[in-house]
């Protein structure tokens, strides 16, 4: 019985890697790599792995063998007839000799050619991932080497190149376009707080309560849309710390809706809990799921008119729970639906950062659950969540 793996053995493939194709850092149980450079040429075991270096040594060995032999053929063939030693030179086995040793030099050179070409089939796709690498490094992420030919194993080393340098080109635009909007978020209370303190500090306004909390106001607006983008940062990442309780979800959704009570009053939207008493308690993280139906609660007062209603409706099967926030706004445009779960993706009259959806997302997801958003304009939108009440399992 062989002996278990060392975890320092144990590498996994990394996320550029094409789905489906070994990673030559796996190792069977008895510490052999699997696939990869020891894949082979065709499956067959030809590729420049440790197995594959070795029969391609034999190959070369053999060919190197029969080249010499064939020359040390051909010598002795011509000494023999030089010297006598086979008697007449029409002898038949001095002949002979020298059309063996001709034969064997022809196979030679036929072999050597033929292990020329074996390692120009392997070095020209290596010279393209070479000048291709290079291209990545000086920064142009629009390089692709595309389909090459030669073995096996670096058929997939291009794609795998391909494939990083393709999300290296989708990360490099996320980061551009996350710049430019923050940049733009940032830039109104900016210029409002520095508008009102220049005014201040002239003399335009005086330093009573009302100029200065509106500076205080921005300074919030600021302070939110900072944490904003760093809840979002964590949860991209797969680093957002979770702190998973016993937690009634039913409790949790009519307290969120009783905070926006007043709100909705004030614009004169009804606001309607739906939530069986005898709720099942769920694994998850109260205050984060507070905040993913706070944020759903904000967004459907904010689209929902004078006389409209949102409702909130959370329900259970025992192991899931299900949370829809419905309202009668006008609803989201066909061409914004699909991607209002997306980083500062808003409606043309939204007054939002554009980031409490996509917070939403982000963690519902690290909680092991779904979000989805169905909307007809002039019908409303209804917001669906859908939550394990016990972790996903590791297994």
């Given at each position: 019985m062989s002996s278990p793996e060392p975890p320092s053995e144990r590498r996994q493939a990394p996320p550029w890697w094409p789905e489906g194709e070994p990673w030559k850092g796996d190792r069977d149980h008895q510490g052999r790599?699997?696939?990869g450079w020891g894949g082979g040429w065709g499956g067959s075991g030809w590729g420049p792995g440790r197995s594959g270096r070795r029969r391609f040594g034999c190959i070369f060995g053999l060919v190197f063998v029969l080249f010499i032999g064939s020359i040390v053929a051909f010598i002795i063939g011509l000494l023999a007839t030089a010297l006598g030693i086979t008697g007449d030179p029409g002898d038949p086995l001095g002949a002979g000799l020298r059309i063996g040793g001709l034969v064997v030099l022809g196979i030679g050179v036929i072999g050597i050619v033929a292990g020329v070409r074996a390692v120009r089939a392997v070095t020209r796709p290596l010279d393209?991932?070479?000048e291709a690498t290079r291209r990545v490094e000086a920064g142009d992420y629009s390089v692709r080497v595309g389909e090459v030919r030669g073995p096996r194993s670096v058929r997939r080393l291009a794609r795998g190149f391909d494939t990083m340098v393709a999300r290296l080109e989708v990360d490099e635009q996320q980061r551009r376009t996350l710049l430019a909007d923050v940049s733009h978020e940032l830039r109104t209370p900016l210029a409002v707080v520095q508008g009102q303190l220049e005014a201040i500090?002239?003399?335009?306004?005086?330093?009573?309560?009302?100029?200065?909390?509106a500076v205080l106001e921005q300074t919030r607006v600021i302070a939110r849309l900072v944490e904003d983008l760093r809840t979002v940062a964590l949860s991209e990442a797969g680093t957002l710390p979770l702190h998973r309780e016993p937690t009634d979800?039913?409790?949790?959704?009519?307290?969120?809706?009783?905070?926006?009570r007043p709100a909705a009053q004030q614009a004169g939207v009804d606001i309607v809990v739906n939530a069986p008493e005898a709720f099942p308690q769920g694994d998850l993280d109260p205050f984060r799921m507070r905040e993913v139906l706070s944020n759903l609660m904000a967004n459907a007062l904010r689209y929902t008119p004078v006389g409209g209603r949102v409702t909130m409706t959370v329900d259970s099967d025992g192991e899931r729970a299900t949370v829809v926030v419905a309202d009668t706004g006008a609803g989201i445009a066909p061409d914004v639906l699909p991607h209002v779960f997306e980083r500062f993706v808003r409606s043309a009259d939204s007054h939002g950062s554009g980031l409490g959806l996509a917070i939403s997302r982000n963690l519902v997801e690290a909680h092991g659950?779904?979000?989805?958003a169905q909307s007809m304009p002039g019908a409303g939108t209804t917001i669906t969540v859908d939550l394990p009440l016990s972790p996903p399992s590791d297994d």
């Amino acid at each position: 019985m062989s002996s278990p793996e060392p975890p320092s053995e144990r590498r996994q493939a990394p996320p550029w890697w094409p789905e489906g194709e070994p990673w030559k850092g796996d190792r069977d149980h008895q510490g052999r790599r699997r696939g990869g450079w020891g894949g082979g040429w065709g499956g067959s075991g030809w590729g420049p792995g440790r197995s594959g270096r070795r029969r391609f040594g034999c190959i070369f060995g053999l060919v190197f063998v029969l080249f010499i032999g064939s020359i040390v053929a051909f010598i002795i063939g011509l000494l023999a007839t030089a010297l006598g030693i086979t008697g007449d030179p029409g002898d038949p086995l001095g002949a002979g000799l020298r059309i063996g040793g001709l034969v064997v030099l022809g196979i030679g050179v036929i072999g050597i050619v033929a292990g020329v070409r074996a390692v120009r089939a392997v070095t020209r796709p290596l010279d393209e991932l070479d000048e291709a690498t290079r291209r990545v490094e000086a920064g142009d992420y629009s390089v692709r080497v595309g389909e090459v030919r030669g073995p096996r194993s670096v058929r997939r080393l291009a794609r795998g190149f391909d494939t990083m340098v393709a999300r290296l080109e989708v990360d490099e635009q996320q980061r551009r376009t996350l710049l430019a909007d923050v940049s733009h978020e940032l830039r109104t209370p900016l210029a409002v707080v520095q508008g009102q303190l220049e005014a201040i500090i002239d003399g335009v306004h005086e330093p009573d309560e009302g100029h200065l909390a509106a500076v205080l106001e921005q300074t919030r607006v600021i302070a939110r849309l900072v944490e904003d983008l760093r809840t979002v940062a964590l949860s991209e990442a797969g680093t957002l710390p979770l702190h998973r309780e016993p937690t009634d979800l039913g409790l949790v959704a009519s307290e969120v809706a009783d905070a926006f009570r007043p709100a909705a009053q004030q614009a004169g939207v009804d606001i309607v809990v739906n939530a069986p008493e005898a709720f099942p308690q769920g694994d998850l993280d109260p205050f984060r799921m507070r905040e993913v139906l706070s944020n759903l609660m904000a967004n459907a007062l904010r689209y929902t008119p004078v006389g409209g209603r949102v409702t909130m409706t959370v329900d259970s099967d025992g192991e899931r729970a299900t949370v829809v926030v419905a309202d009668t706004g006008a609803g989201i445009a066909p061409d914004v639906l699909p991607h209002v779960f997306e980083r500062f993706v808003r409606s043309a009259d939204s007054h939002g950062s554009g980031l409490g959806l996509a917070i939403s997302r982000n963690l519902v997801e690290a909680h092991g659950g779904s979000i989805s958003a169905q909307s007809m304009p002039g019908a409303g939108t209804t917001i669906t969540v859908d939550l394990p009440l016990s972790p996903p399992s590791d297994d």
